[in-house]
């Protein structure tokens, strides 16, 4: 999960590229499309500055535009992105058509697919979810996911996700999010990635699975960058503790929310916040205030034409009027809620089942295919994985009392453990590089081949100096590359040689058992790859005594969420819990450990890749 620092050091970033590509659309038109591509992402859910990107769009647009050019076209997705965001729903709708028909004319593929994509998220906000869903999939059958207008592609598949959950289509749902996600973690965006958790949460909610619910909602709160996306996230956590019927913390959330949408100036998006909290009052026996509230969010909900919301506001007001014992406005508000509901059932609901049987379950089949293709790549990756990793035979034969628990998160990981056996000593590592599944397996191969090198090419022996070569191989590796990669890995390394043991770490620990203590050897605070403050790595060394045990491991097992409170598991708790089973075979610490994991996780979702070493002299 992204930190502060991250997610600002990715702003930072992100500004920059997009300057950068202002700066060469306004020498040539040929960059007008990336360019727009790229102001999807630089303004989402930062309105502060969509204006001044949007007009500097459209002046560069304009310098080239002929009326009916791509020029013309790129200003119509600039104008019908900024209007969305600034919820100008009917303009929205105007540019876009325009666009469609440039790009129609002209052939762009690519283009048409992205301003469909705009088009259907606009009918989604305005209620028109039938039309939504016809752009939608239109957006997702014509964009290149590799292409300039990836990320369009994934917000289709993103707002298409929330259209099923609406409908309780959960299973089309929980596909589409996964690859928005999927889409989010390649290309390191902080929107997408807010969004694909923050709708992943959404879904848990609507199929009332809490504890998943929580989780995903929480990590989007984590992922937020933006005022937006802050006060959507902690709305979101006031609906999940209105459901788990803690009024106290969802007035708490709410109440946040709101104060931030009204500072920041986002009136449609307060009404939201309005609506639940005045539920959260009104459930908590505050039936004044919340009809105070909920006539607020009444009044923005007519004002912006969302039908779905009036259709909220009515059945609450009925139910206050109810609780306060006006039968009269109660019965109006019931009367208002029914007709309403009634239409909206009878102009989309019906028409949204229609395309369900049609569009969405061939849009069902293309998207499974799609997944199918991607999953049988990532088995075969797995098979290449495997194949760097030291076998089950190897590693008995060096160290006959030990275990590996080995638990990656996804098909592919970015943790590995590394063995090298020469006559004088025996090497071994648990590594976790950068990230994990697809990605943290590829840079997994490259750490791997690394570390062979300083020992096999080199003829490193003690550890720190086999991470100092490992580290110096890495860069240059990546430096062969335009991009400025700053991948890497955390590492523990031994090496042993009869009863003394050397240890060298990146962020790792060595934990070594002796008479029922624990003594940690720490790594150094650096990792093996690109960094500020390198400097060489310490090597420690361990006379260790017959029946010590000693330990290598990433930070998976600590870092995973789980128990009564969804808490991390802790490196203390990991601690004692090793002293707790010195008394038994390791192969019977294999076992508890791997079950003490799976219980603390319950249903939750594994957060990384799970590598420890255990040895007993």
């Given at each position: 999960?992204?930190?502060a ?11 920059f ?5 202002l ?23 930062r309105?502060?500055i ?18 009916n ?11 019908a992105?900024y209007?969305y ?9 105007a ?6 028909e440039?790009?129609t ?5 690519d283009?048409?697919?992205?301003i ?5 998220s ?9 039309k ?7 957006a997702?059958?014509?964009?290149d ?7 369009f ?6 707002q298409?996700a ?6 309780r ?16 973690e390649?290309?390191?965006?902080i ?21 998943e ?15 937006s ?6 709305c ?15 007035i708490?959330n709410?109440e ?23 539920k ?5 026996g ?11 969010a ?12 009036a259709?909220f ?9 109810e ?5 009269k ?11 309403l509901?009634?239409e909206l ?22 998207i ?7 999953t ?39 943790d ?12 071994f590592?648990?590594?976790d590089c ?5 990605p ?6 490259i750490?791997?081949?690394?570390l062979?090198r ?6 490193k ?13 890495v ?16 590492i523990?390394?031994?090496?042993l040689?009869?009863?003394t043991l ?31 403050d390198?400097h ?7 006379q260790l ?13 600590i ?20 002293l707790?089973?010195?008394?038994i ?5 294999h076992?508890?450990?791997s079950?003490?994991?799976?219980l ?5 979702e594994?957060v ?7 040895v007993?002299?």
């Amino acid at each position: 999960m992204p930190t502060a620092d991250e997610l600002e050091e990715r702003r930072i970033k992100e500004t920059f590229e997009f300057e950068k590509l202002l700066e060469l659309a306004n020498d040539s038109a040929d960059y007008l499309l990336p360019l727009v591509a790229m102001f999807s992402d630089a303004v989402a859910d930062r309105w502060d500055i969509a204006q001044n990107y949007s007009e500097r769009i459209v002046a560069a647009c304009d310098k080239w535009s002929n009326g009916n050019n791509e020029a013309e076209g790129a200003k119509m997705i600039a104008l019908a992105l900024y209007n969305y965001y600034v919820t100008q729903f009917e303009k929205v709708d105007a540019y876009s058509s325009r666009g469609m028909e440039i790009f129609t004319a002209l052939d762009k593929k690519d283009a048409y697919g992205s301003i469909s994509m705009l088009r259907g998220s606009n009918y989604r906000s305005t209620g028109d979810l039938d039309k939504a869903v016809k752009y939608l999939l239109i957006a997702t059958e014509i964009v290149d996911p590799l292409g300039d207008f990836g990320l369009f592609f994934g917000y289709s598949h993103y707002q298409l996700a929330e259209i099923y959950v609406q409908i309780r289509d959960y299973e089309a749902a929980e596909i589409s999010y996964q690859l928005s996600l999927e889409g989010a973690e390649r290309i390191k965006r902080i929107t997408p990635l807010f969004r694909s958790y923050n709708g992943l949460g959404n879904l848990y909610l609507a199929k009332d699975e809490l504890d998943e619910a929580i989780f995903h909602l929480n990590r989007s709160l984590d992922a937020a960058g933006s005022p937006s996306q802050e006060s959507r996230a902690l709305c979101d956590l006031g609906r999940y503790y209105l459901k788990k019927g803690e009024y106290d913390k969802a007035i708490f959330n709410l109440e946040a929310s709101l104060e931030i949408r009204i500072e920041n100036g986002f009136e449609d998006a307060s009404s939201t916040s309005l609506m639940y909290l005045s539920k959260a009052y009104f459930l908590n026996g505050h039936p004044d205030k919340a009809l105070e509230l909920v006539n607020k969010a009444l009044q923005i909900s007519e004002k912006f034409g969302s039908k779905t919301k009036a259709v909220f506001c009515y059945k609450l007001k009925a139910q206050i009027f109810e609780k306060k014992e006006n039968w009269k406005d109660a019965i109006a508000y019931y009367h208002k809620f029914e007709t309403l509901q009634d239409e909206l059932n009878s102009m989309q609901t019906q028409n949204i089942y229609k395309l369900k049987n049609a569009l969405i379950n061939e849009q069902k089949a293309q998207i499974e295919q799609a997944h199918k293709e991607i999953t049988d790549s990532i088995v075969y990756a797995k098979r290449i994985q495997k194949a760097i990793l030291p076998s089950d035979r190897a590693m008995k034969q060096a160290m006959p009392e030990h275990f590996v628990l080995y638990k990656p998160k996804d098909v592919v990981a970015g943790d590995f453990y590394w063995l090298e056996v020469c006559p004088e000593a025996v090497r071994f590592a648990a590594a976790d590089c950068t990230g994990h599944g697809v990605p943290g397996a590829m840079v997994s191969v490259i750490c791997n081949n690394a570390l062979n090198r300083a020992v096999r090419e080199y003829n490193k022996d003690l550890p720190g100096e086999i991470l100092d070569k490992t580290r110096e191989i890495v860069i240059q590796e990546f430096e062969k590359s335009d991009e400025d990669v700053k991948d890497g890995m955390d590492i523990g390394l031994c090496s042993l040689k009869g009863k003394t043991l050397y240890f060298s770490g990146a962020h790792n620990p060595l934990w070594v058992i002796r008479n029922g203590e624990l003594i940690e050897y720490r790594g150094d605070k650096q990792p093996v790859g690109k960094f500020i403050d390198q400097h060489p790595f310490t090597t420690h060394t361990v006379q260790l005594q017959d029946g010590d045990s000693f330990y290598l491991l990433t930070d998976g097992y600590i870092d995973q969420f789980g128990g009564p409170k969804g808490k991390k598991f802790k490196a203390k708790n990991l601690k004692d819990l090793i002293l707790s089973i010195q008394d038994i075979s390791m192969a019977e610490q294999h076992k508890v450990l791997s079950e003490s994991f799976d219980l603390w996780r319950g249903s939750l979702e594994q957060v990384d890749d799970v590598c420890i070493i255990g040895v007993r002299m």
